[in-house]
């Protein structure tokens, strides 16, 4: 009787009818109902408007992980999420980005807020949770690298020494558990598969940045060996091997986005062309990936083939402002033309008039709504991606 009762209650809580909001968005896609594709300023206000909600939405100074605007059994429940302290941390940048832009210094108090959020919920060791929050956390090594960015800009921004103790702490623990070849093993998230962490290249990254900023030698070498790693995982045609969340067959351009973010990343950072040459290696292969609708597929397997048809709608953000990164260096119109089609298509899947705070203005975890990554749920790492292509965007049109 309580396994049926409890079919029953899954049924109910799965069903079209408790799940209307998300399934009368999935019909205004599929019948092209209000799509809006304007100046980037709308769009950009429109995604940070929906970023403030969702800090708001949590009452600790953290960023609620996303929207569910259908059941989401993982989480078990509608409506906001808890924070998300990884994704809190590098959503910090974006924030200090928005109150330039956007001229409105709230912006920038809230970027100071989840800085400090994130110094008080710092696990002893100097490590990041993995996960959202929660009473029994665990650290997480690619979390920790995430929020030490936020800290960084933090510094940057105000000089205050409590960010650069922060990030040292943070890299402390992350060196205690590299391996010499620059790898993280132990210490992975719980939450994802701990053997397929290329995408640790992000980690590298941070790791550079904190070393440059304490003048610390170890620091910068321990990130410089995992950049060096991920070069290692990476085939002749640029594709990543073991760098996938659940899939390494198959990764997520989310994933792959992140390798190829932390690899350039670095390469700016220590101005090492090797490895700017190698990130533009992945980047220019999915030039050729891109539809007739401007997406991309969601995975691709080793030869560069789509797997899915659904788009990853965060790895489209990440991918153009890859693009951009590299126009902006090299100023082939190529990268710049294949963003803003990537970015064309992005806005189209942004409802900006829907009267739910928690759908309008946010980014979807995948197009159609309802595929295989983020299924109806508006996502803040995919929305803080997506403002930093559009402002990217704009800034490098004012330099022509």
């Known amino acids: ?43 950009i206000r429109e995604a940070a408007g929906w970023l403030t909600r ?15 605007a259908a059941w989401n059994s993982y989480l078990g429940g509608v409506g906001w999420q808890p924070s998300y302290p990884e994704t809190t941390g590098y959503i910090i940048p974006t924030m200090f980005d928005c109150a330039d832009y956007l001229g409105d210094p709230d912006f920038r108090t809230r970027a100071l807020r989840m800085a400090d959020w994130e110094i008080e919920i710092q696990l002893d060791n100097g490590a990041v949770m993995g996960g959202t929050m929660n009473p029994n956390p665990s650290p997480a090594v690619f979390n920790t690298g995430q929020v030490m960015l936020g800290w960084v800009r933090a510094y940057d921004e105000t000089k205050e020494r409590k960010y ?16 010499p070849d620059g790898c993280w093993r132990k210490g992975n998230s719980r939450f994802a598969n701990a053997e397929a962490t290329t995408y640790n290249a992000r980690v590298g990254w941070a ?10 030698r170890a620091f910068i070498e321990a990130g410089e060996r995992n950049i060096e790693y991920a070069i290692t995982r990476q085939a002749p ?3 990543f091997f073991d760098n996938c969340l659940t899939d390494p067959g198959a990764p997520l351009l989310h994933t792959i986005c992140y390798a190829v973010e932390g ?5 700016a950072a220590l101005r090492k062309e ?127």
């Open 237 to 239: 045609n640029g594709w």
């Open 54 to 68: 969702a800090q708001d939405a949590t009452q600790d100074g953290g960023v609620s992980r996303g929207y569910s």
């Open 164 to 179: 650069l103790d922060a990030c040292k702490r943070a890299a402390t623990f992350l060196l205690s558990v590299q391996d």
């Open 263 to 267: 690899i350039l990343g670095a390469a």
């Open 274 to 400: 090797e490895f700017f040459t190698r990130g533009k290696l992945a980047a220019d292969e999915l030039l050729r990936c891109i539809r007739d609708d401007g997406s991309a597929p969601g995975r691709f397997d080793a030869s560069w083939n789509g797997t899915v048809q659904w788009s990853c709608l965060t790895g489209d953000a990440q991918l153009a402002g890859v693009w951009l990164h590299i126009f902006a260096k090299t100023q082939n119109s190529i990268y710049q033309a294949s963003a803003r089609r990537i970015l064309a298509f992005l806005k189209s899947t942004q409802n900006c008039s829907s009267p739910e705070p928690g759908l309008r203005g946010g980014i979807k975890g995948a197009y159609p709504f309802d595929g295989a990554y983020g299924r109806f749920e508006i996502l803040n790492w995919a929305t803080k991606f997506y403002v930093d292509a559009l402002l990217l965007d704009e800034h490098l049109e004012t330099l022509q």
């Open 207 to 216: 790791m550079i940045l904190v070393g440059l900023r304490l003048d610390d």
């Open 1 to 43: 009787m309580r396994k049926v009762i409890d079919r029953v209650g899954h049924a109910i809580r799965r069903s079209r009818l408790r799940n209307r909001v998300a399934y009368r968005e999935l019909a205004r896609e599929k019948s092209r109902q209000d799509v809006a594709v304007r100046e980037n300023s709308f769009h």
